[in-house]
């Protein structure tokens, strides 16, 4: 079977907005999952990995991982992985960290995913942020 994209798009003019749009976004996806996050420093990768996360059925603080480069969470749909992976560039550190276990059985939320791109399979939801004007930012999600 020949497997479709499906493209959809949205403006939203601050932080709270694209984090609803994750949120509702969150209903979609069903455990395995890898859903890449691109766009520039402050685009707003996080604040849609945190209602990503938070529409999962995880209340509560989701940041950056700051020690490391993996952040946990337990959801109602399972376990959750947010990566950062801004600063890693080689395989060793991405295997300690548990990469290639969590894409088996979690959803797996990563941010600055070039160096993963190649492991991944098609199967990858895709979302970039791109800044506008001001607080505007378009986000694109392709699936
Ligand atoms: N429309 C918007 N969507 C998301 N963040 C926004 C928006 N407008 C302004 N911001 C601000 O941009 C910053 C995004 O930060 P963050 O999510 O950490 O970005 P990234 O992870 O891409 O570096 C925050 O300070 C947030 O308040
Ligand atoms: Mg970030």
Do not use: C
């Amino acid at each position: 079977m020949k497997k479709t994209t499906l493209t959809e798009s949205f403006v939203t003019s601050s932080q709270s907005e694209t984090e609803k749009i994750a949120f509702d976004f969150a209903d979609k996806i069903k455990s395995p999952a890898v859903i890449t996050l691109e766009g520039e420093l402050g685009a707003g990768k996080t604040a849609f990995a945190r209602g990503l996360i938070n529409g999962l059925g995880k209340e509560g603080t989701v940041s950056s991982p700051t020690f490391g480069i993996v952040n946990e969470y337990k959801t109602e749909k399972g376990q959750a992985a947010h990566f950062d992976l801004y600063r890693v560039s080689d395989n060793e550190t991405l295997e300690m960290a548990g990469f290639f276990d969590y894409i088996e059985k979690a959803v797996v939320i990563v941010e600055w995913p070039d160096i993963v791109r190649s492991e991944l399979g098609e199967n990858v939801i895709e979302v970039t942020i791109r800044q506008l004007q001001n607080n505007n930012r378009e986000i694109t999600i392709k699936r």
